[in-house]
Nanobody, 117 residues
């Protein structure tokens, strides 16, 4: 299964972007978004499990990013508001069939988000 991520691009600080990720024909129990900035490790940005009522956010994005899912479209989204230059990174979506997943079996190809100051 190949997750297909899109929505990255160049935006000015304070702006917004919405990332999308889909796995055609497949719905997973757990979805997550990670990001990796140049020279840094890949970090968990947000995670959503089950029907979407239980979302996790990294401290650096709380209050600015929102993860959501649409099971009818086999998709997960990351709405990013009030973007900062330090949000610049390649963003990856990940998914797993387990609702308890802490590691992820399936990954997208990554989409680049660049925030200019």
């Amino acid at each position: 299964v190949q997750l297909q991520a899109c929505g990255g691009g160049l935006v000015q600080a304070g702006g917004s972007l919405r990332l999308s990720c889909a796995a055609p024909g497949v719905t997973f129990s757990t979805y997550a978004w990670f990001r990796q900035a140049p020279g840094k490790e890949r970090d968990l940005v947000a995670r959503i499990r089950g029907n979407g009522g239980n979302a996790y956010y990294g401290d650096s994005v709380k209050g600015r990013f929102t993860i959501s899912r649409d099971n009818a479209k086999n998709s997960v989204y990351l709405q990013m508001n009030s973007l900062k230059p330090e949000d610049t990174a390649v963003y990856y979506c990940a998914a797993d069939p387990s609702v308890f997943a802490l590691t992820y079996r399936y990954w997208g190809q990554g989409t680049l988000v660049t925030v200019s100051s």
